[in-house]
């Protein structure tokens, strides 16, 4: 049975924000695109690799994750003659993360269909840009980041405007500041609170 007066609250999936940003950089003379994520085709980690060869800005490719694509991920690396600049690190620590992510230029997830863009969301947080395919999961997030924050970038499935925009990421560099704490876990904690306060 339904109550006309049913409402309905969203709540939002939170980060670590101390940890990420209390985290330290790797030292780096080159721009690092990150990739962060299971190495399966429907994460099209294919594509991120086509458009950093297409590249005309240098740097370096990161890639943390495990999956059965990786051998093929290698091999393409090799095919497309940038096997010296993408490094596989396979699994990594969360600590390790944390670094790269406070790193890396940029962060990409071209995944065909996403739950939530957790990596992305502690990307930005720890200051990296993002690219991102234009799917309903990475638009929420956009959102969630605020009209006008030039953090994050939707992007169709192609290998050109992906290459353009990784190419004016990494000619902008890292953004000056931080989100800030509103994508802390403490805040999701207070919204539930609120929520069960107000039906008790």
Not at 28 to 50: I, S
Not at 105 to 113: A, F, G, I, Q
Not at 178 to 184: H, N, Q, V
Request: with cysteine.
């Amino acid at each position: 049975m339904c109550s006309s007066d049913l409402r309905l609250a969203i709540v939002p999936n939170g980060v670590e924000t101390d940890s990420l940003v209390a985290a330290a950089p790797f030292d780096t003379d080159v721009p690092v695109v990150l990739v962060a994520g299971r190495l399966e085709t429907y994460k099209r980690v294919d594509l991120t690799m086509r458009a950093f060869a297409a590249m005309r800005e240098g740097a370096r490719l990161v890639v943390c994750g495990t999956g059965s694509g990786r051998p093929a991920l290698e091999r393409l690396a090799r095919e497309l003659g940038i096997e010296a600049r993408v490094s596989f690190l396979g699994h990594v620590s969360e600590a390790e993360l944390r670094r790269w992510q406070r790193t890396a230029t940029s962060t990409v997830s071209l995944s065909e269909h996403e739950a939530f863009g957790l990596a992305l969301l502690e990307a930005a947080v720890a200051g990296s840009r993002v690219v991102a395919s234009n799917i309903a999961a990475h638009e929420e997030l956009a959102q969630r980041l605020g009209e006008g924050d030039d953090r994050m970038t939707l992007v169709p499935s192609d290998v050109g405007a992906v290459a353009a925009t990784l190419d004016h990421q990494v000619q902008q560099g890292r953004p000056r500041g931080l989100p800030g704490g509103r994508f802390d876990w403490s805040e999701t904690a207070r919204a539930f609170e609120a929520i069960y306060r107000s039906v008790i």
